[in-house]
């Protein structure tokens, strides 16, 4: 693959060719060897093709307003939700997502399991305005539409790699604007190997003028892609499988076993053998045969699908894969071993073949239903048919990038493990907060222990609150709003500014609102220290400071009431004066 070089990049390496050039000529002619091979090797560095992402570097201003000031939260009690349904919060982070990813990675360092973000998408049409850089929308006109794009991900990628716990994963919706450059931006961060997927999600169909295109000879785009890499080496970051629905019957499942004689027969005898079944096939005029059976299962025949997927008839279906030499001794009957079916017929005969049990289940479709069903690759189809209700979802309009709630649940369900295992997710690019309603709707749906971070800007957190109240109406969770507030560097007493925020950021780490923990204190000087009442605290915690200058019998007060001393972390104060990197 070649290298992505925009062509203003072109243009200022170009010169910088030239102008070495030039003092290599100075350097010959003053005979100066040193500084001649070291001018040769510039240039040979200059000139050479590397593999990856070359790009112009633009200044971001969100980025320059850090030499002044320094980012914190400031909770807007108002807009608290509390339903007593636990300890834990949720959080919706309010300002631009830098700052939001530099103060978290003060309260969530490796922390982060999950990560999915739908970024702007850079399409550069003034129909659909969706990226804006330094407070203009970047357009088909703009001479570095690309590489303003690529400052504007980077800082944010890299950050939200550190975030991520060892076996985190991070998962990005893009479109074909952007999503080629991406692939190899994420190859640079998270490493070529930790890629574990693209899917390529069917978001739309080819209907109407889409369709007029399409016949005059257009590749009408009808997917797009989530990349999906994983912070360390495990490539099996699909914890659980998606499926798909197969319509019908698989005619290859011919073979039953038969428990009275203890031998496989062929499926078409049982189908006769069986009055309300064989009644079905005449009902319908069809004779007895796989293939009718296949008909049936199509027309959704209750009585055929009722028999065909019980426990009965699905667990001792077979299709043949053929015989089996084993030396194992086996039952007469249905073994398993290592995951395949070895059948041993009474005559001692052994035949392998898969069940038909494991082919049936519920699918993940729009309209799930109990039949046949494929394991899910990475096409993700049927997601065009979401698109109908997608306004509605949520219960608010967003203009750009609201993706369907059920994809963005299967997302979280195939990434995560389930159960009672705590799963922190994040979206720094919230948007309409979907990601949200997806965590909710998985925790009522699986007793889950989910929770989530949702990051958005000004333009969108109204939306983004509005509907986590509504969902809130239908799954009651606890959240709390923080928005981003600043602190100016030249503050008279800058320490103890960031100190009068330490609040927010204790109470972001543990996912919980201080102000119902009884059984938690913060001692941000020694005086608090040494007058605390420790009677109902399990856990203090205290300027790291603070807690070397306790004096013997200060600590041993401490320790004789059981208490956690928990140091804050020098990070919450922004290194005090020197501000975020």
């Known amino acids: 693959m070649s290298d992505f070089i925009e062509r203003p990049y072109e243009n200022e390496k170009n010169k910088a060719i030239k102008y070495v050039k030039q003092l290599l000529d100075k350097a010959s002619v003053d005979n100066k060897q040193s500084d001649k091979d070291e001018l040769a090797e510039i240039l040979r560095l200059l000139d050479s093709k590397r593999y990856g992402l070359v790009w112009e570097q633009h200044a971001e201003k969100v980025r320059e307003k850090l030499k002044d000031v320094i980012p914190v939260f400031k909770e807007n009690k108002d807009k608290k939700l509390s339903n007593k349904v636990n300890d834990d919060y949720n959080f919706l982070l309010e300002g631009d997502n830098l700052y939001i990813l530099d103060l978290l990675l003060r309260t969530h360092r490796e922390k982060i399991n999950l990560i999915y973000i739908d970024p702007p998408y850079n399409t550069r049409s003034k129909k659909n305005e969706d990226f804006k850089y330094n407070d203009t929308f970047v357009t088909a006109a703009d001479s570095y539409p690309h590489s303003k794009w690529l400052s504007f991900m980077a800082p944010r990628l890299r950050k939200a790699k550190e975030l991520l716990t060892p076996d985190g994963v991070?998962?990005?919706s893009i479109d074909n604007h952007e999503g080629y450059q991406l692939k190899i931006l994420m190859d640079e961060i998270f490493g070529e190997n930790n890629l574990v997927g693209d899917l390529h999600v069917e978001t739309s169909a080819i209907a109407g003028p889409r369709r007029v295109q399409a016949m005059k000879g257009s590749v009408v785009?009808?997917?797009?892609?989530?990349?999906?890499?994983?912070?360390?080496?495990?490539?099996?970051?699909?914890?659980?499988?998606?499926?798909?629905?197969?319509?019908?019957?698989d005619i290859h499942y011919s073979k039953f076993y038969d428990g009275q004689k203890q031998k496989l027969i062929n499926f078409t005898q049982v189908l006769k053998n069986t009055p309300k079944i064989s009644e079905t096939f005449k009902q319908f005029k069809l004779s007895t045969s796989l293939k009718n059976l296949d008909c049936l299962v199509r027309m959704d025949n209750k009585t055929i699908k009722d028999w065909l997927y019980s426990d009965e008839i699905s667990k001792n279906l077979f299709r043949y894969v053929g015989k089996y030499d084993g030396p194992e001794q086996l039952k007469?009957?249905?073994?398993?071993?290592?995951?395949?079916?070895?059948?041993?017929?009474?005559?001692?005969?052994?035949?392998?073949?898969?069940r038909y049990f494991n082919r049936i289940g519920m699918s993940d479709d729009y309209k799930p239903q109990m039949g046949e069903r494929a394991v899910r690759g990475n096409l993700?189809?049927?997601?065009?048919?979401?698109?109908?209700?997608?306004?509605?979802?949520?219960?608010?309009?967003f203009k750009h990038g609201k993706k369907p709630l059920r994809l963005i649940k299967q997302l979280i369900k195939a990434l995560t493990p389930g159960g009672k295992t705590p799963i922190?997710?994040?979206?720094?690019?919230?948007?309409?907060?979907?990601?949200?309603?997806?965590?909710?709707?998985?925790?009522?749906?699986?007793?889950?222990?989910?929770?989530?971070?949702?990051?958005?800007n000004d333009e969108a957190i109204d939306v983004a609150y509005k509907r986590m109240q509504n969902t809130n109406a239908k799954y009651p969770m606890n959240l709390k709003f923080f928005r981003t507030d600043f602190v100016r560097k030249d503050a008279e007493d800058l320490e103890k500014s960031l100190l009068d925020n330490t609040k927010a950021l204790i109470e972001l780490e543990n996912m919980t609102d201080l102000n119902e923990r009884t059984d938690i204190a913060i001692v941000l000087n020694h005086t608090q220290a040494s007058e605390l009442n420790l009677k109902g605290l399990s856990k203090v915690y205290m300027r790291q400071r603070v807690h070397r200058m306790l004096v013997p019998f200060e600590q041993e007060r401490y320790d004789s009431a059981h208490i956690e001393i928990i140091d804050i972390p020098d990070e919450f104060f922004a290194d005090e004066l020197g501000g975020i990197e």
């Open 221 to 249: 785009k009808t997917t797009e892609f989530i990349l999906i890499y994983t912070k360390g080496n495990n490539l099996h970051a699909m914890k659980r499988p998606m499926y798909d629905g197969i319509p019908g019957f």
């Open 332 to 354: 007469v009957g249905v073994n398993e071993l290592d995951g395949k079916f070895i059948i041993q017929n009474k005559d001692g005969s052994k035949v392998q073949g898969y």
């Open 424 to 456: 922190t997710v994040l979206d720094f690019f919230a948007g309409s907060g979907t990601t949200g309603e997806a965590v909710m709707q998985l925790n009522a749906e699986e007793a889950g222990n989910y929770k989530f971070i949702l990051g958005t």
């Open 380 to 397: 993700w189809r049927g997601f065009s048919a979401d698109g109908g209700n997608l306004n509605k979802e949520g219960g608010v309009n």
């Open 170 to 172: 991070i998962a990005v």
